[in-house]
C-alpha cells in the first residue's frame, strides 16, 4: 500500500494550493480518505475527510478550515485532493494524507487510519 503526496510549497498568506493524494495498493473506492497536518511542536490534528461512497461519499472539516478548503476525490484515478484556498500562516504544515476503514464516527481521528503517505510540507509566509 501506498499513498503519495505532492503539491506543497512555499505561498503567501491569501494565496490558495492543491495537494494531491495517490493511491496504490488498496480498492481506493473502499476507503475514507483524510487529511491531517502536523506543525512542530504540535500533534497532528484533522483537517478534512471524503467518506467512501458506500458510507455517502460526505466530506468532513476542521472548524479552521470550513469555508477555505475542499477536500475532492476521483476513485477512477485513486486520488484525493485537498484544495486550500485563502491560505494562512497558521496553516503552515506538514500535511499528510491517509486512509481509513474505521466506522464514520471515527473518521476525524488519526488512530483510527490505517495507510499513510509520506507528508507534504506546506509554508504560507504572512
Known amino acids: 500500500v501506498q499513498l503519495q503526496a505532492c503539491g506543497g510549497g512555499l505561498v503567501q498568506a491569501g494565496d490558495c494550493l492543491r495537494l494531491?493524494?495517490?493511491?496504490?495498493?488498496?480498492?481506493?473506492?473502499?476507503?475514507?480518505m483524510g487529511w491531517f497536518r502536523q506543525a512542530p511542536g504540535l500533534e497532528r490534528e484533522f483537517v478534512g475527510a471524503?467518506?467512501?461512497?458506500?458510507?455517502?461519499?460526505?466530506?468532513y472539516y476542521a472548524d479552521s478550515v470550513k469555508g477555505r478548503f475542499t477536500i475532492s476525490r476521483d476513485n477512477a484515478k485513486n486520488t484525493v485532493y485537498l484544495q486550500m484556498n485563502n491560505l494562512r500562516s497558521e496553516d503552515t504544515a506538514v500535511y499528510y494524507c491517509?486512509?481509513?476503514?474505521?466506522?464514520?464516527?471515527?473518521?476525524?481521528?488519526?488512530?483510527?487510519?490505517?495507510?499513510w503517505g509520506q507528508g507534504t510540507q506546506v509554508t504560507v509566509s504572512s
Open positions: 471524503f467518506s467512501r461512497s458506500g458510507s455517502g461519499g460526505r466530506t
Open positions: 494531491s493524494c495517490a493511491a496504490s495498493g488498496v480498492t481506493f473506492r473502499n476507503y475514507h
Open positions: 491517509a486512509a481509513s476503514q474505521i466506522a464514520l464516527s471515527g473518521i476525524t481521528y488519526a488512530r483510527n487510519y490505517i495507510h
